[in-house]
């Protein structure tokens, strides 16, 4: 359970997402949320980054083995920042604040399609049990969600890392 991909995990995984994730490969969706509250690592998405070559966007959220730390500094970091920063992944789904965590969606729209993607890195069983309780999670809704009929126009992904093990007791 330590937090530390090793140096070799890490550079393995670049190598393996530069060499399949790069490319000139048409991106046939976009992003149609704010992209600064979606990715907090990067300015916004990859593929739309003028001096990158993305042709498979990855979007990712944080497991148990790679949350955000703080060593020593102000800002929590993963190593999935780093792969953000270098325009390998989208990571999202991060959360400020852990009990008090409201998720807004990335809006991706690809002609008629409409997806809100939610996102959910971990966070400790006892954490999020008891935000759900106290009814702090909050999933924001897009503005302008539904068609004249009452239906969604958003078709709703939720992405959640969590370990649920037996035997944690009913506080998980």
Do not use: C
């Amino acid at each position: 359970n330590d937090n530390k991909p090793s140096r070799p995990t890490l550079h393995r995984a670049m190598s393996l997402l530069r060499e399949h994730a790069f490319g000139d490969r048409a991106v046939e969706f976009q992003i149609v949320s704010d992209q600064r509250r979606n990715f907090a690592s990067a300015e916004g998405v990859n593929y739309e980054n003028p001096y990158v070559s993305v042709g498979l966007p990855i979007f990712s959220i944080h497991g148990n083995h790679d949350d955000p730390m703080r060593d020593g500094g102000v800002d929590a970091l993963a190593a999935l920042d780093l792969l953000a920063t270098s325009n390998l992944v989208n990571y999202f789904g991060t959360s400020e604040k852990v009990d008090d965590i409201e998720i807004s969606p990335v809006l991706i729209r690809k002609g008629g399609v409409n997806i809100a993607l939610y996102g959910l890195g971990h966070i400790r069983e006892e954490r999020l049990n008891r935000a759900w309780t106290h009814k702090k999670l909050k999933f924001l809704r897009p503005r302008e969600e539904d068609n004249e009929d009452g239906t969604s126009k958003y078709f709703n992904i939720f992405v959640l890392h969590q370990n649920r093990e037996m035997g944690r007791g009913l506080k998980s």
